[in-house]
């Protein structure tokens, strides 16, 4: 997780001041990133209900025993910024019911700790802040292909990246019981979406972007294209602008493929992008501005950024919907992420067992002994049926 890209809150608005707003600017809300967490932190904690296992006692005999999952999170870089992301890790998770444990290294150690990690059975989650090493160096990338498929909760590593980018949406097709982890980032700005009713809830899985078009400033290979890729295999025609130029992601006309393609816009640029499309999704670090006349009246647009790359004055001109910051969010899909993972793992184990139980040898070995009590024939019962599906 790289720090600069999260948690900067200091461009929300407290509603209170909501009435002090000059009355042309009231035609913009102002969406909070703490209302929309507070939602997936409710979703997350019926998840460890029904992750929950069930213990005597309680007013009606039973009660549940909600699991603590452990996320652990490596930093190995002297950014003070990380820091404060880790320890806002930590906060929310404690406060959720989930374990956190920091643990600082060196960059020599970061290897061998993430390995240790990997097989530590108390681990359910891990992440890295970065960066750790020099960006031309490329060994953060190597880094992020350390961790486990079963606990990269950030969707970092090949297999989710190669699903997220193919548009396969599980670890099991055609089972379909396993979801692949996306990119909390990119994740979270869906979640926000889905929030400001922006994803039609009407149509298909898969396809409820479709007649959106969409801009995002920021073309990283963290953040910027995985989140235009995923917008567009959800259907939206989604212009990826970054300094070298603009591309567009999409599906094609009427969204017919099952993945997006990109296609090269020679000649625009960010002012050409900017009037035609309802959202606007901005991710530059550093000094960076959008000029807020070239902005669609009635369009949402959401910084991602640690810097403020909206006015906040001159958008409410223009903007139906403000999103200033998304921090809070991000964290929360962190924890969904980490939900997630725990239940692929379980349906894996259960999937392991099915296999061994369907095997003749084991049948005879288990089920034997109990039909010849009641003066059965097992070999009128191997192979058993298979398990129901759940």
């Not at 750790?132 to 961790?147: G, H, M």
């Not at 699903?163 to 909390?184: A, G, V």
């Not at 294209?225 to 999409?250: E, H, M, W």
């Not at 259960?350 to 002994?369: F, H, S, T």
Request: include cysteine.
């Amino acid at each position: 997780m790289d720090s600069k890209d999260e948690m900067d809150s200091k461009d929300e608005i407290d509603p209170k001041n909501a009435a002090e707003l000059p009355k042309a600017a009231q035609t913009c809300k102002v969406v909070l990133a703490s209302a929309v967490a507070k939602g997936l932190l409710a979703e997350i904690q019926h998840h460890l209900l029904e992750m929950s296992d069930t213990r005597p006692g309680g007013p009606d005999g039973v009660t549940f025993h909600n699991p603590v999952f452990k996320l652990v999170g490596f930093l190995a870089n002297d950014d003070p910024a990380a820091k404060v992301y880790a320890d806002f890790c930590a906060k929310t998770c404690v406060e959720n019911g989930f374990e956190f444990e920091l643990r600082q290294v060196t960059k020599e150690k970061i290897e061998e700790a993430i390995l240790a990690a990997n097989v530590d059975k108390s681990v359910h989650g891990i992440i890295v802040y970065y960066p750790i090493f020099p960006k031309a160096s490329r060994q953060d990338q190597y880094i992020q292909q350390l961790v486990s498929l079963d606990k990269d909760v950030e969707g970092l590593t090949h297999k989710y990246t190669f699903n997220m980018y193919q548009n396969i949406r599980y670890l099991d097709p055609p089972h379909n019981e396993r979801k692949s982890i996306l990119p909390c980032t990119s994740l979270a700005v869906v979640k926000v979406l889905e929030h400001l009713k922006i994803y039609h809830s009407s149509l298909p899985y898969g396809n409820r972007l479709y007649g959106r078009t969409i801009t995002v400033i920021n073309r990283s290979e963290v953040v910027g294209r995985p989140l235009a890729a995923l917008l567009a295999n959800d259907g939206a025609k989604v212009y990826s602008v970054d300094i070298d130029g603009v591309q567009l992601f999409t599906r094609g006309k009427g969204i017919k493929n099952h993945k997006h393609e990109v296609l090269e816009k020679p000649g625009w640029t960010v002012r050409d992008c900017l009037p035609i499309s309802s959202v606007v999704i901005s991710g530059v670090p550093g000094d960076y501005k959008i000029d807020s006349d070239f902005i669609k009246d009635g369009a949402t647009c959401i910084n991602i950024s640690s810097e403020k790359n909206f006015d906040a004055a001159t958008v409410k001109d223009h903007a139906a919907f403000y999103v200033p910051a998304i921090g809070k969010v991000t964290i929360a899909v962190l924890l969904r992420n980490l939900c997630r993972l725990v239940w692929n793992y379980r349906w894996e184990q259960i999937r392991l067992a099915r296999g061994y139980l369907e095997k003749p040898e084991v049948q005879r070995r288990i089920c034997g002994p109990i039909l010849e009590e009641r003066g059965l024939d097992i070999d009128h019962f191997i192979p058993l049926p298979p398990m129901p599906e759940d």
